[in-house]
């Protein structure tokens, strides 16, 4: 029983000396420096939609179907709670935040639904990469319209990842891709059409920057929950529609498909883009956005290990690019504001 208790003692002891550390302390109480914690947490998550998606798609389910399922469950998760603890908030938005909060959820069905169909055309590396280019176009349209003035590292980083970026995208046409990658990727993409996937992921990409942008706006005014909760209940009806559209029933598929596109829904739509949307009320779009390069690189990696995705030498270079870009980026907006 002593040894117990001194166990216990230790433990505590450490957790303790944890949560009396300077890190610690600065992620309770500084907002700005625990939405990068967030945002890490958020990459984590993130990197799972790709996958999920793939796999629903593999099993049947068309992307239409795939990116309803990924977004009605958070709806329906959040319903109950934000009813009652937010209602009040919600009766009380102006009309202007609504039609910010209308066009962001359609913004966000139109990124899912061109970031779903590029997964069908092209290699997750290269549909998350080339969605992923986001940042050049939050930026731009933070200059256009938001007036905003950017350091000089974080346009270097910028276009550092888009370099990047182009060279994991270029790869299969420059370098020679072996027989069994070859084989492997036909297996996994019997629609391959590189140059339709990147053409959907560029889509995906001008959406979801706008996205941010507006989140941006509207989150110092609304909270994150009601904020994620109508941004989807929008997202759902927009995708149903796209799914009538299109023709593609949301049902009867098999199980296994629903549990992915379900995982996808409860960990990358519920919490990775609700730890993004917290974290672009606290730190620019840019940032966030820029940061989100780097679930490419995971993404890669885990379809090396789930598809048989092997990435050739010249995207192993470009995902380093991005790496690089990113850390630039990051450390030039931690930068003095008189440091340009």
Not at 19 to 35: G, H, L, Y
Not at 101 to 126: C, K
Not at 257 to 270: K, N, R, Y
């Amino acid at each position: 029983m002593l040894c117990v208790y001194s166990h216990l003692k230790v433990n505590f002891s450490v957790i303790q000396h944890i949560t009396n550390t300077a890190t610690f302390k600065a992620i309770q109480t500084d907002p700005k420096v625990r939405s990068y914690w967030v945002v890490g947490i958020a990459l984590v998550f993130a990197t799972i939609a790709p996958i999920g998606m793939r796999a629903a798609q593999q099993l049947g389910m068309p992307f239409q179907a795939v990116v309803f399922w990924r977004l009605f469950p958070a709806f329906l998760i959040l319903t109950p709670f934000v009813l009652r603890r937010y209602r009040h908030q919600i009766n009380h938005i102006s009309r202007r935040d609504m039609i910010f909060i209308t066009v962001a959820g359609i913004l966000l069905a139109v990124h899912f639904n061109f970031l779903a169909a590029s997964l069908a055309y092209t290699s997750i590396l290269v549909s998350q990469v080339v969605t992923n280019t986001g940042p050049i176009w939050v930026a731009i349209l933070e200059m256009t319209f938001l007036k905003e003035k950017l350091g000089k590292w974080v346009i270097i980083g910028i276009f550092v990842a888009f370099a990047g970026g182009i060279t994991i995208a270029l790869a299969p046409s420059i370098e020679s891709v072996p027989t069994d990658a070859v084989v492997a990727r036909a297996d996994t993409l019997p629609e391959a059409n590189p140059l339709l996937g990147g053409l959907l992921g560029l889509g995906a990409a001008i959406g979801g920057a706008v996205y941010l942008l507006i989140g941006r706006r509207v989150r110092s005014r609304v909270s994150l929950l009601p904020y994620i909760w109508m941004v989807n209940g929008i997202a759902s009806v927009t995708g149903l529609l796209v799914a009538f559209i299109s023709q593609e029933p949301i049902f009867g598929y098999v199980p296994e498909a629903f549990l992915w596109a379900w995982a996808v829904a409860m960990f990358v739509t519920l919490l990775g883009h609700g730890a993004f949307n917290y974290a672009v009320g606290y730190l620019p779009a840019t940032i966030v956005s820029i940061a989100s390069q780097i679930i490419s690189v995971l993404a890669g990696i885990v379809a090396f290990v789930f598809f048989s995705e092997t990435p050739l030498i010249l995207e192993i270079i470009g995902s380093m690019v991005i790496i690089g870009g990113v850390v630039l980026s990051i450390l030039g907006q931690r930068q003095p504001n008189g440091v340009k």
